[in-house]
């Protein structure tokens, strides 16, 4: 049967590194406390003229070369993030131009830190349905943009990157099993960029009431995060008649250490069957995923027949998980 099938994998990231000890120059905390409490020692950020489509582009065209799969060759690009270089056009378009790939239908899609599953799944989708052969997955955030570095609450947690996937119509039992999400809006308030948009457009007021930065509850994102990814996770494994102990890796959102230490509790998944990269990125939102996925790839992770787990949560509220052999 024909399966859409991971065949090739990136990553990028800013050269500049931000460290616990240089947040601590910035807003009151410590290395201690933000590395017990999230597991984070560093971030990568973004540096003058450098944007969203420049990590994705960069991403993009090493997961290319790792397919064997030339850019004229891709019919779909689809940039999950939250952090676009404009409202419009499309980063994606931006991406087809920088690379190439001129016979590609390209769209952006927002599902915050669920982003990239969201794109794997619209990816999957098309390519079941045989109106695509080869499509290009890119999960990319420059979140450093719209962090209020006054802000203690946040501005420590957030990183800039872009992961990428070639995703092919291959024949055959390894590939995506399939891909489960959810959203609840009645929570969207709990985490969001509250302008500019339509509803806080970008004026003087709004840019000096600080508008245009990420706010987050962090202690409600936490427990609801927890809860969502645990069942959907678990949703996945059902749907195809497996086990957590089936799982050969488990690759979480990368947010915050409790979280992934409590979904792998929950789960029964702990210890080197998860994958976590945090302590050097932080939380790179939809670029999360994919960026660990490519550390786990190119590290000999994963073998041929493999099951691996994917699973996120973000803000929307959104949450997914997929299900992949190898």
């Known amino acids: 049967m024909i399966r859409p099938k991971i065949t ?3 990553s990028a990231v800013p050269q500049k590194v931000l460290t616990n000890f240089d947040i601590e120059k910035m807003v009151d905390t410590s290395d201690e406390w933000i590395v017990s409490r999230t597991g984070i020692r560093e971030r990568r950020i973004a540096s003058e003229g450098e944007f969203t489509s420049t990590f994705a582009a960069l991403a993009a065209q090493r997961a290319l070369e790792a397919a064997g799969v030339a850019p004229e060759e891709l019919d779909l690009i689809v940039v999950g993030t939250l952090t676009p270089d404009f409202p419009f056009p499309a980063t994606a378009c931006i991406v087809q131009q920088i690379i190439k790939a001129p016979n590609a239908f390209c769209f952006d899609l927002s599902a915050a830190c669920s982003g990239f599953i969201y794109a794997l799944a619209t990816a999957e989708k ?5 109106k695509v052969k080869k499509a290009l997955v890119i999960g ?31 024949e ?22 509250k302008g500019a948009g339509s509803r806080n457009p970008a004026t003087q007021k709004n840019l000096d009431d600080r508008l245009v930065y ?22 996945a494994l059902a749907a195809n008649g497996l086990t957590p102990d089936d799982v050969s890796l488990f690759i979480p959102h990368q947010a915050n ?42 590290a000999g992770r994963l073998k041929e027949g493999d099951i691996l787990l994917i699973d ?15």
């Open 172 to 193: 055959g039992e390894s590939g995506i099993l399939s891909t489960h999400m959810h959203s609840d809006g009645n929570y969207w308030e709990i985490l969001y960029q």
């Open 126 to 130: 098309y390519i079941l349905s045989g």
């Open 8 to 10: 090739g994998t990136g």
């Open 214 to 235: 990420l706010t987050m509850q962090g202690n409600e994102v936490f427990k609801l995060a927890v809860r969502a990814m645990g069942e959907v996770a678990q949703e």
């Open 312 to 326: 996120a949560f973000g803000g929307g509220l959104t949450w997914g998980a997929s299900l992949i052999r190898w």
């Open 257 to 298: 250490q409790r979280i992934v230490d409590s979904i792998g509790k929950r789960l029964g998944i702990t210890g080197e069957r998860v994958f976590v990269n945090l302590d050097r990125y932080g939380n790179t939102s939809a670029a999360s995923i994919p960026i660990a996925l490519d550390e786990a790839v190119r």
């Open 140 to 170: 990319a955030e420059v979140l450093s943009r719209i962090v209020d570095w006054t802000d203690r609450n946040t501005c420590l947690l957030f990183g800039d990157g872009s992961g990428a996937v070639v995703l092919e119509a291959v």
